[in-house]
């Protein structure tokens, strides 16, 4: 098994352009999770899926954050416009039926 | 309005000695804490759990150790090996109803040669 696989790996852009990460779970884990890291407040859960489906979405800071999950195998998470307060580490993870998640190597942004 | 607390942000610990790390929560809710290790450059990987029905659980090196009553969770590594220099999660669910995790902030562990 791939475990949890992140595009891409790096993502550099300027302040008002659109970012899309992209997450393939685990194949048979019918939940998924994005999570971002940053110095000041660790990792913190933005939204996570159960069934393709969004299940609770409060961690999402603001409208310019966006998550999709069109199939069991592939969601993405879009920002748009992008700030440089956007800068930090998405996790994605994926679980199934326990709340052990295995956690993709992650997406490192940085907005300039 | 922080759930889940590891109050020391480092921790260095002699090659062979004991590691404890620690971890408080506040919600009365939570019913299942879990380790998790990150390396630097990699997702977090999972490394032991405890149901709120168990005050211990231990896999080999590792132990945690629950205190329902004082909220308090604890991880023992022993003993301390180099490769367990990482960054320690605690990690903190309900698991009726959201399977969703609340962590900690990471304590970083040095096992010193």
């Known amino acids: 098994d791939a475990g949890v696989i992140q595009s891409p790996r790096h993502e550099v852009t300027e302040m008002g352009q659109e970012v899309t990460l992209r997450c393939k779970p685990i194949?048979?884990?019918?939940?998924l999770f994005w999570y971002r890291q940053t110095m000041m407040r660790g990792l913190e859960l933005l939204i996570y899926?159960?069934?393709?489906?969004?299940?609770?979405d409060s961690g999402m800071p603001e409208d310019r954050f966006s998550a999709k999950m069109p199939n069991a195998s592939f969601s993405t998470l879009k920002i748009q416009p992008s700030e440089p307060r956007d800068s930090a580490v998405y996790f994605c993870?994926?679980?199934?039926?326990?709340?052990?998640?295995?956690f993709g190597q992650g997406t490192r942004l940085t907005v300039v | 309005d922080q759930q889940v607390k590891q109050n020391s942000p480092s921790l260095s610990v002699q090659e062979g000695r004991i590691s404890i790390l620690n971890c408080d929560y506040t919600?009365?809710?939570?019913?299942?804490f879990l380790w998790y290790k990150k390396y630097p450059a990699e997702g977090p990987t999972f490394l032991i759990s405890?149901?709120?029905?168990?005050d211990k659980n231990e896999d080999g090196r590792f132990t945690v150790f629950l205190n329902k009553s004082a909220k308090h969770l604890s991880l023992h590594i022993v003993p301390s090996q180099p490769g367990d220099s990482a960054v320690y999660f605690c990690?903190?669910?309900?698991?009726?109803?959201?399977?969703?995790?609340?962590f900690g902030q990471g304590t970083r562990l040095t096992i010193n040669p």
């Open positions: 993870a994926s679980s199934r039926n326990s709340a052990e998640a295995f």
């Open positions: 194949s048979g884990h019918n939940s």
């Open positions: 899926f159960n069934n393709n489906v969004p299940i609770d």
């Open positions: 919600n009365s809710m939570f019913d299942y």
């Open positions: 405890i149901s709120s029905i168990k």
């Open positions: 990690a903190a669910s309900v698991i009726q109803g959201a399977q969703k995790l609340v």
